[in-house]
C-alpha cells in the first residue's frame, strides 16, 4: 500500500498538494518579512504597544494554524479550540505557582496536557459527524471552562497571576519583549512549515483523503479514525503551546482565555484567512486582530461592525482572503 | 429530604426552561438544516423586551405578551434579512455567520439598553410561596414556570402533530423539494419555523427573566446547556429534545446541590470544597460523554421523530 490516491483533477487536493509560485505568493512573503521587521519600527518609534500587539497577534496565529490543520485539511469543525490555548496557559500559571518555574519542565508538561485532553475530547466526539462534532467539541470546552472556574486554589474565576515568565537557564529570557517576540515568530515559522510538511506527508494525504470521501478511504483500508484522531491531538498540542506562550506573554491566565467566545475568534481567522491554505490562518489572525484593534479605537461599539462583517464573510465570501486574491474556491 | 424535592422541582424547572430553547434549536435545525447559535441571543432579547414592556405597560403578563409576539416578529425579521441567505451553506458558514450575529446583538444591547442589568420585578402575588406537600414550601412563580412550559410544550407537540401547519413542517423536514414542488411557498413555512423558534427563545428568557438578572451574555451559558440536551436527546428529534432537557436540568441541579456534599463523606472537607464545584459543574459533560460511547445519534435518533 503505497498511500497514493487518484484525486480528480480539478479537485484542491492537487491544487494545493503543489507547491507553485503565483500571485496569491506575494501576500504572505510580504506579510513574514513586516513581521519580522516589527521589532525594529518599535526601536525606531519607541512605539512598544506594537510588539505587545504584534506578539498577540504571532501567538493567536499559531493557535489558527493549528486549528486549520484539523478544520481546513481534516474537516473537523472543532468549536472547542479555545480549551488547549487555556489548558496551556494553566499548566503554565499552576506550575509557577507550586514553585517550578523551569521552561524545560513547564513547556513540555503543558504541550503533554494538551495533548492528553485532545486525546480524550477526539475520541470521543470523533465518533460522531458534522454538527454533532461542533457541539461536542463546543460542550467540552465549556466544561474545561468551568472546571477552571472552580479551581479556586489557582484564582477561580478571577484568574492567576503569574510572577515569573519561565525561565530556561541563561539559554534565553523571556522577559526581553523583542527577544520573546522572535521567538514567538520563529515558533510560528517553523509550526507553518511543520504543517506544510505535514499535510503533504502520506498521513497528511490520508487525513485530507478522509475529509473528501470518509467511506472510501477505509474502503481501500485506511483507518481514518486513528489518522483523525492523531491529527487532531497534534492540533491540541499545537495550541497548547500557544497557550503557554499567551501565558508567558500576558502574565495572567484567567477561565476567559477559554470562554466559547474565543473559539469563535479562532474560528473567524481561519475562515477569514482561507480554509485549508498555509499562510491562511497568519492572514486571517493579523487581520481579524488589527480590525478589532481598529474598530475598538475608532468606536466604542466594534461588535456592532464586527459582527455583520462576519456574517457577511458567511455570506459571500468563499475560501478566505487568500481566495479572494487567487480567485480560488474551495469545495 | 425536603430540601431534595424542593431540588429536584428547581431541576424540573430548568429542564422545561432547556426544552424551550432546544426545541427550537432542533427545529431549527431539522427543518432547515442550519446551526443557530445566534438561539441565545433570541433569549436575551426576549428578557430584555419583557423587562422593557413590563416597566411601560406596568404589567407582568402584558410585558410576557408583547415581549414573546417581539420576539417572534424579530425572528422573522432576522430569517428574511440574514438567515434566509445561509440555507444549503456548510455548517461552517452557519457557525461563523451567526457568531457574527450574537456578537451584533450583545453589541446593540448594549448600546440600546445600556451595559448594566435590568431587573423584572415580579407581580405582588408571585412572591409568596405555597405548600405543596405537607413541609415543603415551594416559591409560586417557580410553580408557574414549571406549568407554563409545560403548557407550551404540550402547545407544541399539538401545533407540531395535529395541525396542517404542523404536518407541513414534518414534511419539510423529511422532503423540502417535494412539499415546495406540491406548491407550498416554503420560504414562507421557513420564516414560520425560525419566528416560532424565536418565539419559545424569547418566552423562556421572560420566565427566567425574574429569577436571574436580564443582561448581556444570559443567552450563551444557557445555549451550550440546549446543546448538549439537542446532543444527548438526538438532533431534530423534539421527544429526545424533552427528556434530555428533564434529564440534563436534574442532574445538573442535583449536582451542584449535593455532590460537594456527598464529596465529603468520601474525602477530606478541604479536598472536597475544592473538587466540589469543578466536578457538579462536570457532571453534564460526563453524562454526555457516556451517552455518546453508547449512542453516537443520542437517545432517540432523528428517524423517530
Known sequence: MTGQIDPPLDSPLVAASRFRLTAGMALPVLLVAALALIPVYAAVTS???????????????????????????????????AAYLGIGGYAVGVLAKEGIGSGFVQWPLAIAASALFALGVGALSLRTRGVYFIMITLAFAQMIYYVAIGLDRYGGDDGLTIYKRSTFGSLIDLNNKTLFYYLCFGLLLASIYFIARLTNSRFGLAIRGARSNDRRMRAIGFPTFRYRLVCFVIAGALCGLAGVLLANHTNFVSPALMHWTRSGDLIVMVVLGGLGSLFGPLIGAVTFLLLEEGLSRVTQYPDLILGPLLLLVAIYVNGGIEGLIEGRRLG | MLYFIEQCLNGVQLGMLLFLLAAGLTLVFGIMDLVNLAHGSLYMLGAYFAATFAAVTGSFVAGLALAVAASLLMGMVLELVAIRRLYGRGHLDHVLGTFGLILFFNELVRLVWGPAGLTLPLPREMLTAVQIIPGVHYPIYRLVIILATLGVAALLYLVVMRSRLGMLIRAGASNREMVGALGINIKLLYTLVFGLGAALAGFAGVMQAPILTVQIGMGENILILAFVVIIIGGIGSIRGAFVA???????????RAFLPDLLRVALSTNAAQTLGPALSAMSIYVLMAAILVFRPEGLFPAASR
Do not use: E
Not at chain 1, 497577534?57 to 485539511?73: C, D, E, K, Q
Open chain 1, 47 to 81: 512605539d512598544t504597544f506594537a510588539i505587545t500587539l504584534f506578539t498577540r497577534v504571532l501567538i493567536l496565529a499559531i493557535g489558527a494554524v493549528s486549528l486549520n490543520l484539523i478544520m481546513g485539511y481534516g474537516g473537523m469543525v472543532s468549536f472547542g479550540h
Open chain 2, 245 to 255: 432537557a428533564l434529564i440534563v436540568g436534574l442532574i445538573d441541579t442535583l449536582g
